[in-house]
């Protein structure tokens, strides 16, 4: 048997996130139908990254183990099946013990946001014309390397034998007229990059002081944290492995 890792990317606005649902549309779903298209076989893939429902991936990745040989041209031929908000970018043979989930060392997401009405904009980012203090809006975001427990940012009812996550990097920048931030770490709580946008978006808005949100994170309570922004302005970047997987 022979495992594989297929690296994808997609918009997600059509689909009820990444993960297969029963009576739902979603990216599993779909790469998984026309693999079966393709080879003539069904197979059940592994997924890197969770995205919710509207959420899109520059980067994201499968795996899945085969027995008999991959079309040729595989690639090409995955993707005239599959539509045109879904594409295959690569896929490679590695290791039987290599998992995408478990083995990836990082994972990096963006979240967007305009100020200007812009219709080009309206499903890859969030609208939000209101003022506000970019310093700020730093100073929340740098403050987040110095936790490990994000409960606080985590959706409630999901199944994680911990809330800990090590952040490498957060910060806010301008992309163009574009405001954006960016976030890097081991692992994501579910809801946590939307939580902290629109609770850090509280804190550029004064209707919460730096040390208010410096509570939250302590309090490790849900209920304190804002998870009003929507999914369409979070993008996954980069899933990133040891060099020796890929």
């Known amino acids: ?8 990317s997609y918009k997600g606005t059509a689909y009820s996130g990444f993960q297969s649902q029963k009576n739902a549309n979603t990216i599993q779903a779909e790469i998984e139908k026309a693999f079966e298209m393709l080879q003539k076989e069904r197979i059940i893939m592994v997924g890197s990254s969770r995205t919710d429902s509207g959420v899109h991936a520059v980067q994201n990745f499968f795996h899945f183990d ?3 040989n991959l079309n040729p041209h595989f690639v090409y031929k995955m993707n005239a099946i599959l539509p045109a908000d879904i594409v295959i970018k690569n896929v490679f043979p590695v290791s039987d013990k290599a998992h995408c989930r478990f083995d990836a060392i990082s994972r990096e997401y963006n979240y967007f946001i305009y100020r200007s009405k812009d219709p080009f904009l309206r499903e890859r980012a969030f609208y939000f014309p209101y003022k506000l203090d970019i310093d700020k809006l730093q100073q929340s975001a740098q403050m987040l390397g110095n936790y490990v427990d994000f409960t606080a940012f985590s959706k409630r009812k999901t199944q994680v034998k911990t809330f800990n996550c090590r952040v490498i990097e957060s910060e806010w920048f301008w992309e163009e007229n574009i405001l954006a931030y960016r976030v890097k770490a081991n ?5 946590m990059v939307r939580a902290l946008v629109a609770t850090m978006l509280k804190v550029g808005r004064s209707k919460m002081d730096l040390e208010q949100f410096k509570n939250i994170i302590e309090s490790k309570d849900a209920s304190r944290a804002n998870f009003g922004v929507p999914a369409h302005g979070l ?3 980069k ?3 040891p060099p020796e997987i890929l």
Do not use: A, K, T
Not at 187 to 191: A, E, H, T
């Open 1 to 8: 048997m022979s495992r594989y890792f297929l690296e994808i």
């Open 66 to 68: 085969y027995n008999e």
């Open 187 to 191: 692992r994501f709580l579910r809801g």
């Open 235 to 237: 993008f996954l970047i």
């Open 239 to 241: 899933v990133e492995y």
